[in-house]
């Protein structure tokens, strides 16, 4: 941590979450002097699924950070619970983790420190000029801003760019019990008012991410819903509080003007059923150090929207069987009778394949749903 700011820096990235640190690591990499300013302190919790999907974890690693075995449990796939059906598939390759929120954000942390980024700490920022940024009360001199503030993005709001083209949102929470993993895949189990997302993050202990349409749910009567999961928890010991967000898809018109660019939530997000939230962070963050280091961000814009693309369908395919129960039923019914349509759908999911891939896969299984 540092309590002494710089009179200037080439970025000043404000939110020190994981989208924020990843954009420092990204771009120290290019050379760029880094402050990274947030009114909180580490480690930074959130409520999250805490999977890390191998597309996640390639995309850590091309920043050069790696997650150390001891502070993860690896995961090797996907399996869908709804009522008595269930389909699951094995990741066609890489690894996948499940990790605690605050252990990863102690990686990034130390990793952004190493690489030379300045990090202030009960800082806020509290306004953008044309020089830079107010940080800690103090003009931050910088040619580029970053907002990297999360969902509630004020950066986002002080430069413009809130106008979105489309935006749904959920409720979700999430727990931890003390219980060993039942399993060595992540489970979506599936309700008719919402999702439950388990993963495993440590030999005894397991993150159960709650996701439903009523804001008025209260997480043990949603978490009822979902027996089989339930009997797996009867009289396990909670290992952390509730802790609840807001799930969303959005997606923004436009994610920069003049030297402000957005990353992270801030930039846009896709439902937290996908898991891709931070792959996407992470994904955005390499992209706008190249852009940043480049001095233009034009590409960034075209880029994002891009990256964003096949989340955000995943999303809209999940949330469609989740609100029809008679497709729900008739997809896992084909998933369980057919593993290679699930193993394809989850191959699309994390982008292993072509997009020749994609549509012979999405032409099979849309034959096979008209079918069964």
């Known amino acids: 941590m540092s309590n002494c700011l710089p009179k200037q820096s080439d970025v000043v990235v404000v939110g020190g979450g994981p989208a924020g640190l990843a954009t420092a690591i990204a771009a120290r990499r290019h050379g760029l002097s880094v402050l990274v300013a947030d009114g909180a302190v580490p480690p930074i919790d959130k409520a999250c699924g805490e999977g890390l999907m191998p597309d996640g974890v390639e995309a850590l690693q091309q920043l050069g950070v790696r997650i150390p075995n001891n502070q993860a449990r690896a995961f090797r796939g996907v399996r869908f619970v709804n009522g008595a059906q269930k389909a699951e598939a094995v990741f066609p390759h890489g690894t996948a983790y499940g990790i605690r929120r605050t252990a990863l ?116 009567n949603a978490l009822a819903e979902f027996g089989e999961l339930s009997a797996h928890l009867k009289g396990a010991e909670r290992t952390s509080d509730e802790r609840g ?38 994904r955005q963050a390499a992209l706008l150090g190249e852009c940043l280091a480049a001095n233009s961000l034009g590409p960034y814009q075209a880029e994002h929207s891009k990256l964003i693309r096949r989340p955000a369908l995943m999303a809209r395919l999940m949330l469609l069987m989740g609100r029809h129960s008679g497709l729900r039923e008739r997809t896992m019914q084909v998933f369980a009778s057919t593993p290679r349509a699930f193993a394809a759908m989850l191959s699309m999911h994390i982008g292993a394949g072509s997009a020749r891939d994609y549509v012979a896969d999405g032409i099979s299984l849309g034959w096979q749903l008209l079918t069964v």
């Open 105 to 220: 954000h102690r990686i990034l942390h130390d990793h952004a420190a190493a690489a030379g980024a300045i990090l202030a700490w009960r800082t806020p920022v509290s306004r953008l000029c044309t020089e830079g940024a107010i940080v800690g009360g103090e003009l931050v001199r910088a040619r580029w801003v970053v907002g990297a503030d999360g969902g509630n993005s004020r950066v986002r709001r002080w430069a413009d760019l809130d106008a979105n083209a489309g935006e749904s949102t959920r409720m979700a929470a999430r727990r931890h019990y003390r219980v060993a993993p039942w399993t060595d895949f992540v489970e979506v189990h599936w309700s008719e008012h919402g999702q439950a997302y388990v993963t495993p993050v440590g030999a005894e202990e397991v993150c159960v991410a709650l996701i439903y349409n009523n804001d008025r749910v209260q997480f043990d």
């Open 245 to 282: 967000a807001v799930s969303a898809n959005r997606k923004l018109r436009c994610v920069y003007r003049g030297n402000v660019a957005l990353a992270g939530d801030a930039s846009g997000s896709v439902d937290a059923i996908t898991g891709e939230g931070l792959c996407l962070a992470f």
